[in-house]
């Protein structure tokens, strides 16, 4: 099966911040990766699909790149409704993993 | 719209099943598969497996191949999630999830676009 394994897995930022999370995967998937939001009591939020592209209705302060084996998603300038865990998620070959998460915190 | 509804909260003893049920609307529901995803109290998100809702194939996560069942009823538009062996373990918000689908450049892709509202399974004796 497919590791993921993303970082960090916390950090602490203020707003207006620009913020890179991590993932990489034990072997290739080429672009099959998304990205997702979580905020608790909440279902989570597609951000990020194919590696890079937006979501609709998605704000463009988010972005993401990568292709292989190595991802990054990208918050330009952190707002306030950003704080939550951030999860990437593999679909390639008929199977997915979740990386383990990064929860971002307000410093 | 698209919506998922799922079923009610369940409390079971260990060594107990769960099935859980999922309610798609707003699509035609053979088009899309479900996928099944859990998060524990103070975990993160798990994979669990998918249906593909016009054939029942499914693909479970090998973690779970052993012990989960993933059915469809096409004629009423519901996927369900049935856990069986459960134990403290299995104490989870169990969502699921479907795709639009959306292809660009030539390749398909398959994001988790629409959830469920999660459903609280608690294993406790």
């Known amino acids: 099966a497919i590791q993921m394994t993303q970082s960090p897995s916390s950090l602490s930022a203020s707003v207006g911040d620009r913020v890179t999370i991590t993932c990489r995967a034990s072997?290739?998937?080429?672009?099959?990766l998304a990205w997702y939001q979580h905020k608790p009591g909440l279902a989570p939020k597609l951000l990020i699909y194919?590696?890079?592209t937006l979501h609709s209705g998605v704000p463009s302060r988010f972005s993401g790149s990568g292709s292989g084996t190595d991802f990054t998603l990208t918050i330009s300038s952190l707002q306030p409704e950003d704080f939550a865990t951030y999860y990437c998620?593999?679909?390639?070959?008929?199977?997915?993993?979740f990386g383990g998460g990064t929860k971002v915190e307000i410093e | 719209q698209v919506q998922l509804v799922q079923s009610g909260a369940e409390v079971k003893k260990p060594g107990a099943s769960v099935k859980v049920s999922c309610k798609a609307s707003?699509?035609?529901?053979?088009?899309?598969?479900i996928h099944w995803v859990r998060q524990a109290p103070g975990q993160g998100l798990e994979w669990m497996g998918w249906?593909?809702?016009?054939?029942?194939?499914?693909k479970y996560s090998e973690k779970f191949q052993d012990r989960v069942n993933m059915t469809r009823d096409i004629s009423v538009g519901t996927a369900d999630l049935e856990l069986s062996s459960l134990a403290s373990e299995d104490t989870a918000i169990y969502y699921c999830?479907?795709?639009?689908?959306?292809?660009?450049?030539?390749?398909?892709?398959?994001?988790?676009?629409?959830w469920g509202q999660g459903t609280l399974v608690t294993v406790s004796s």
């Open positions: 072997q290739a998937i080429r672009q099959n």
């Open positions: 999830a479907t795709t639009g689908g959306y292809c660009s450049g030539g390749s398909c892709y398959n994001p988790l676009d629409h």
């Open positions: 194919a590696a890079s």
């Open positions: 707003g699509y035609t529901f053979r088009m899309y598969p």
């Open positions: 249906i593909n809702a016009a054939n029942g194939y499914t």
């Open positions: 998620l593999q679909d390639y070959n008929y199977s997915s993993t």
